[in-house]
């Protein structure tokens, strides 16, 4: 008798709806697969029926009821029965009829199902139209499958679809979790012995998700307070180096690469180190997690750098630029003006007197002394300008974008003037004066060494006209 005719609409509808929730509400593809065998025997009155799931190419079954019992089912059907290969390729339900190919079936589940004249077959497809599982109806009766059979057993099918792939979906998100929460833990155990700031970050960096009790020695923050306001970080960032940091962080995003930089940031207590943060991602099967990131205190690093480029750059008696960098400034004065057509002065400089007072006060009032003059040099010329101490007494100036000789010779005025000051721990028997020579951008050359040259020779003329003055160089005639 049809289906129809057995049950009404309503009664059909509870059964299926009642199935629905029962699926959804489990985690277990089993439980889910065992609910859908018997909701579609129940459906349609089936004198037993089982399942399969999809794996390599082949239905694997596990178990059959038979409206009472469960029995195990181990057995795997591939493309050799041919009713799974038309199952495979067409993927719509279909009845499997005639002894021989029931009996063929019944090989395969080993004489464990009893023997019955039809099989209804169901696929059960996923929603990227891969063919997850199947249901096999059997039953005796030859007028029991119908259309109205076959279109409650999709529905159940469709159901059953559904909810297996909820549950892997969600398989597959508490795995993620889980291992997420393991690694945090095996992570935690791990840098918490390593004397560095370590970190675990949103993937776009806006929410520190741990921070490791070195923030406490290092920042002097304590992780708490830390993780409370997620604005610290970028907040206490030197002001000179926020905008870059956040760039190089967007870029790092952008560009899909590892995170590396190097700033100042301000602890608790308000003074300012310098550190150097480096994150990349974390990726599991293919998925994207998180930043996990550590952060080294550099300051010793940064001040001994620091020390080596005022060793490598700077006078250590004076402070002055050194040799070295006076050969570079002025490189780069020289290519600035050639650029811009401008014009500057280099001053080449020798103290009158330094000798004397070095032989007869000592080598330390000698050092009071070149301390002082370069000093007062400093003082008479503006920011943008370079003053350098060459070696011994002498001393170099550039005096960068000066157009007009008036200014340079006020300047120069200026300077001699300075110098020749009383020193107080030199007294009033050393008089110490300055003889220097000036040489001009591009009158005089625009070659770096030329110039300096010019300068040099400049500075003999002062000296041999009688020192405490300036002499301009003068072209051979």
Not at 430 to 450: E, F, K
């Amino acid at each position: 008798m049809p289906v129809a005719d057995q049950e009404k609409p309503k009664q059909l509808f509870s059964l299926l709806t009642d199935a629905s929730n029962r699926m959804h509400a489990s985690l277990d593809i089993a439980e889910i697969t065992r609910i859908a065998v018997t909701s579609a025997m129940t459906l349609v009155h089936a004198k037993a029926a089982t399942s399969a799931l999809m794996i390599d190419n082949a239905l694997a079954f596990s178990e059959f009821s038979d409206g009472i019992n469960w029995q195990p089912l181990q057995c795997r059907l591939a493309l050799e029965e041919s009713w799974v290969d038309d199952l495979i390729n067409i993927r719509r339900s279909f009845i499997v009829s005639g002894r021989d190919d029931v009996n063929a079936f019944d090989l395969h589940m080993g004489q464990t199902v009893p023997v019955l004249d039809h099989l209804i077959v169901v696929p059960v497809i996923g929603k990227e139209d891969d063919l997850l599982a199947c249901l096999l109806i059997f039953d005796a009766d030859a007028y029991l499958f119908d259309d109205q059979s076959r279109e409650l057993l999709e529905s159940l099918a469709s159901m059953m679809s559904v909810a297996i792939e909820n549950s892997i979906k969600l398989a597959e998100s508490r795995r993620v979790e889980v291992d997420l929460e393991k690694s945090v833990a095996t992570y935690r155990t791990l840098v918490e012995q390593i004397p560095a700031i370590t970190y675990i970050a949103s993937l776009d960096r806006s929410r520190i998700l741990f921070v490791s009790p070195q923030i406490e020695s290092i920042l002097g923050y304590c992780q708490d307070d830390f993780l409370a306001n997620q604005e610290i970080w970028s907040q206490q960032i030197h002001d000179e180096d926020r905008d870059r940091v956040l760039s190089e962080v967007q870029q790092s995003l952008k560009d899909n690469i590892p995170f590396h930089s190097e700033y100042r940031i301000r602890s608790k207590d308000g003074h300012y180190l310098w550190v150097k943060d480096a994150a990349s991602k974390v990726i599991d099967h293919e998925q994207d997690l998180y930043f996990q990131g550590v952060v080294h205190d550099i300051s010793e690093r940064k001040e001994s750098e620091k020390k080596l480029m005022q060793m490598a750059h700077f006078d250590q008696l004076t402070g002055l630029a050194n040799r070295v960098l006076f050969h570079d400034r002025l490189d780069q004065v020289v290519a600035h003006s050639k650029r811009l057509q401008q014009k500057f002065a280099v001053l080449y400089l020798d103290l009158d007197g330094f000798k004397s007072v070095n032989d007869d006060l000592g080598h330390q009032a000698g050092d009071d002394l070149l301390v002082e003059a370069a000093h007062r040099l400093k003082s008479q010329v503006r920011e943008v300008d370079t003053v350098a101490r060459m070696g011994g007494d002498e001393f170099t100036i550039i005096l960068d974008n000066v157009h007009c000789r008036d200014t340079i010779q006020h300047i120069a005025n200026k300077l001699i003037q300075a110098v020749a000051a009383p020193y107080k721990h030199v007294g009033d028997s050393h008089q110490v004066t300055m003889s220097m020579g000036i040489a001009l951008y591009p009158d005089d050359s625009t070659n770096r060494d030329v110039l300096i040259t010019a300068a040099d020779n400049a500075m003999y003329g002062a000296k041999n006209s009688g020192k405490n003055r300036y002499c301009f160089h003068q072209h051979e005639s």
